[in-house]
Protein backbone atom coordinates (compact mmCIF):
# COMPACT_ATOMS: atom_id res chain seq x y z
CA UNK A 1 0.00 0.00 0.00
CA UNK A 2 2.53 2.82 1.32
CA UNK A 3 4.82 1.89 -1.31
CA UNK A 4 3.08 2.79 -4.38
CA UNK A 5 2.78 5.80 -2.62
CA UNK A 6 6.47 6.56 -1.90
CA UNK A 7 7.20 6.29 -5.02
CA UNK A 8 5.06 8.73 -6.38
CA UNK A 9 5.84 11.13 -3.46
CA UNK A 10 9.68 10.61 -4.01
CA UNK A 11 9.44 10.50 -7.80
CA UNK A 12 10.80 13.66 -9.90
CA UNK A 13 8.36 16.48 -9.98
CA UNK A 14 5.69 14.80 -8.20
CA UNK A 15 2.35 15.85 -8.25
CA UNK A 16 0.72 17.82 -5.26
CA UNK A 17 -0.29 15.31 -2.97
CA UNK A 18 -4.41 15.15 -2.50
CA UNK A 19 -5.69 15.89 1.28
CA UNK A 20 -5.82 12.02 2.78
CA UNK A 21 -2.10 11.59 1.25
CA UNK A 22 -1.08 15.29 2.31
CA UNK A 23 -2.50 14.36 5.90
CA UNK A 24 -0.53 11.03 5.92
CA UNK A 25 2.79 12.25 4.51
CA UNK A 26 3.13 15.54 7.16
CA UNK A 27 2.03 12.68 10.30
CA UNK A 28 4.54 10.53 8.97
CA UNK A 29 6.85 13.64 9.05
CA UNK A 30 5.91 14.28 13.04
CA UNK A 31 6.52 10.37 13.71
CA UNK A 32 9.52 11.11 12.55
CA UNK A 33 10.56 13.59 14.25
CA UNK A 34 9.15 12.52 17.40
CA UNK A 35 11.36 9.20 16.90
CA UNK A 36 14.54 11.03 16.40
CA UNK A 37 15.75 10.78 19.83
CA UNK A 38 15.12 7.48 20.34
CA UNK A 39 12.38 7.33 22.63
CA UNK A 40 8.96 7.23 20.81
CA UNK A 41 6.93 7.56 23.66
CA UNK A 42 2.97 7.54 24.61
CA UNK A 43 3.15 11.15 24.93
CA UNK A 44 4.14 12.06 21.95
CA UNK A 45 2.24 9.22 20.31
CA UNK A 46 -0.84 11.42 22.41
CA UNK A 47 0.25 14.26 20.84
CA UNK A 48 0.41 13.30 17.09
CA UNK A 49 -2.77 12.06 17.65
CA UNK A 50 -3.97 14.89 19.08
CA UNK A 51 -2.44 17.36 16.42
CA UNK A 52 -3.96 15.19 13.76
CA UNK A 53 -7.43 15.10 15.48
CA UNK A 54 -7.33 18.74 15.98
CA UNK A 55 -5.58 19.36 12.04
CA UNK A 56 -7.67 17.27 10.40
CA UNK A 57 -10.93 17.50 12.22
CA UNK A 58 -10.57 14.17 12.78
CA UNK A 59 -12.22 11.68 15.56
CA UNK A 60 -10.20 10.12 18.37
CA UNK A 61 -10.74 7.12 16.37
CA UNK A 62 -10.02 8.67 12.66
CA UNK A 63 -6.95 10.03 13.98
CA UNK A 64 -5.24 6.99 16.32
CA UNK A 65 -5.58 5.24 12.42
CA UNK A 66 -4.12 8.28 10.57
CA UNK A 67 -1.07 7.86 13.66
CA UNK A 68 -0.88 4.01 12.98
CA UNK A 69 -0.25 4.43 9.70
CA UNK A 70 1.71 7.40 9.40
CA UNK A 71 3.75 5.03 11.85
CA UNK A 72 4.01 2.60 9.08
CA UNK A 73 4.39 5.08 6.65
CA UNK A 74 7.57 6.38 8.61
CA UNK A 75 9.26 3.05 8.89
CA UNK A 76 9.10 2.83 5.37
CA UNK A 77 9.80 5.91 4.33
CA UNK A 78 13.79 7.17 2.89
CA UNK A 79 15.88 9.38 4.66
CA UNK A 80 14.89 12.06 6.19
CA UNK A 81 16.63 14.60 3.72
CA UNK A 82 14.59 13.33 0.51
CA UNK A 83 11.31 12.40 2.60
CA UNK A 84 10.99 15.88 3.62
CA UNK A 85 11.91 17.12 -0.07
CA UNK A 86 9.50 15.26 -1.31
CA UNK A 87 6.91 16.61 0.88
CA UNK A 88 8.16 20.20 -0.10
CA UNK A 89 7.33 19.98 -3.58
CA UNK A 90 4.23 18.28 -3.37
CA UNK A 91 2.58 20.01 -0.31
CA UNK A 92 1.92 24.31 -0.53
CA UNK A 93 4.20 26.41 1.76
CA UNK A 94 1.07 27.39 4.27
CA UNK A 95 0.56 23.80 5.42
CA UNK A 96 4.59 23.06 5.73
CA UNK A 97 4.78 26.53 7.77
CA UNK A 98 1.85 25.05 10.15
CA UNK A 99 3.35 21.34 10.23
CA UNK A 100 7.01 22.80 11.74
CA UNK A 101 5.08 24.28 14.76
CA UNK A 102 3.15 20.90 15.46
CA UNK A 103 6.87 19.56 14.60
CA UNK A 104 8.07 21.92 17.33
CA UNK A 105 4.92 20.79 19.56
CA UNK A 106 5.52 17.20 19.09
CA UNK A 107 9.60 17.67 20.15
CA UNK A 108 8.11 19.77 23.73
CA UNK A 109 5.81 16.70 24.39
CA UNK A 110 8.02 15.53 26.93
CA UNK A 111 8.81 18.40 28.54
CA UNK A 112 12.85 18.39 26.97
CA UNK A 113 14.64 20.01 24.25
CA UNK A 114 16.57 17.51 22.46
CA UNK A 115 20.12 19.06 20.84
CA UNK A 116 19.37 15.89 18.49
CA UNK A 117 16.15 17.18 18.14
CA UNK A 118 16.85 21.11 17.13
CA UNK A 119 19.31 20.02 15.15
CA UNK A 120 16.83 17.75 13.26
CA UNK A 121 14.35 20.65 12.95
CA UNK A 122 16.45 23.51 11.95
CA UNK A 123 17.34 20.91 8.94
CA UNK A 124 13.94 19.89 8.22
CA UNK A 125 12.58 23.39 8.33
CA UNK A 126 15.34 23.96 5.70
CA UNK A 127 14.21 20.71 3.63
CA UNK A 128 10.71 21.90 4.08
CA UNK A 129 11.93 25.80 2.35
CA UNK A 130 10.42 27.30 5.67
CA UNK A 131 12.04 30.75 6.31
CA UNK A 132 14.21 30.69 9.43
CA UNK A 133 11.97 33.89 10.54
CA UNK A 134 8.43 31.86 10.12
CA UNK A 135 10.71 28.71 11.80
CA UNK A 136 11.16 30.51 14.83
CA UNK A 137 7.79 31.87 14.99
CA UNK A 138 6.50 28.36 14.98
CA UNK A 139 8.60 27.15 17.49
CA UNK A 140 7.87 30.12 20.13
CA UNK A 141 4.44 29.77 19.02
CA UNK A 142 4.73 25.54 20.23
CA UNK A 143 6.72 26.89 23.61
CA UNK A 144 3.81 29.36 24.45
CA UNK A 145 1.15 26.59 24.20
Known amino acids: MFGDFLTRLISPGPAPLDDGDARLALTALLVRVARSDGDY ?12 GRRYGLSP ?70 TDQDSARARQKAERA
Open 61 to 130: FEAQRLLKDAETLEGQAPDTVRFTRAIKDAVPYEDRRSVLEALWAVVLADGQRDPEEDALLRLVASLLGI
Open 41 to 52: DAAERGMIARIA
